[in-house]
């Protein structure tokens, strides 16, 4: 079993930052790549960013590529997602995620085995 928490939500206005965190605890061993989704209101889950736990692969939404950086400390088993020039469509549940099963495609909701609690982002306009 993998355990994620994510901290770093808020409150921001348009144009602002935040930093989201996704801590990994538990088998971190077997994680092969970590990632973040979000949910907007009455909406379907989106993938914002991913990256491989080994290497330098990473994989962003076309919403968030030039805004979002997804990085990782891999001493600390956690992942990051560093949020810029954020929009009011930004506003979301995030959710951290963990892929155990090294599947191809990482965009994919149902590539992910491990989800965390979410973490709130709401942007004011």
């Known amino acids: 079993q993998v355990q994620l928490v994510e901290s770093g939500g808020g409150l921001v206005q348009a144009g602002g930052s935040l930093r989201l965190s996704c801590a990994a605890s538990g088998r971190t061993f077997s994680v092969y790549a970590m990632g973040w989704f979000r949910q907007a209101p009455g909406k379907e889950h989106e993938f914002v960013a991913a990256?491989?736990?080994?290497?330098?692969?990473?994989y962003y939404a076309d919403s968030v590529k030039g805004r979002f950086t997804i990085s990782r400390d891999n001493a600390k088993n956690t992942v990051y997602l560093q949020m810029n020039s954020l929009k009011p469509e930004d506003t979301a549940v995030y959710y951290c995620?963990?892929?155990?099963?090294?599947?191809?495609?990482?965009?994919?909701?149902?590539?992910?085995?491990?989800w965390g609690q979410g973490t709130q982002v709401t942007v004011s306009s």
């Open positions: 990256l491989k736990w080994s290497g330098f692969n990473t």
């Open positions: 995620v963990a892929d155990v099963d090294r599947s191809f495609d990482l965009t994919r909701i149902s590539s992910y085995d491990y």
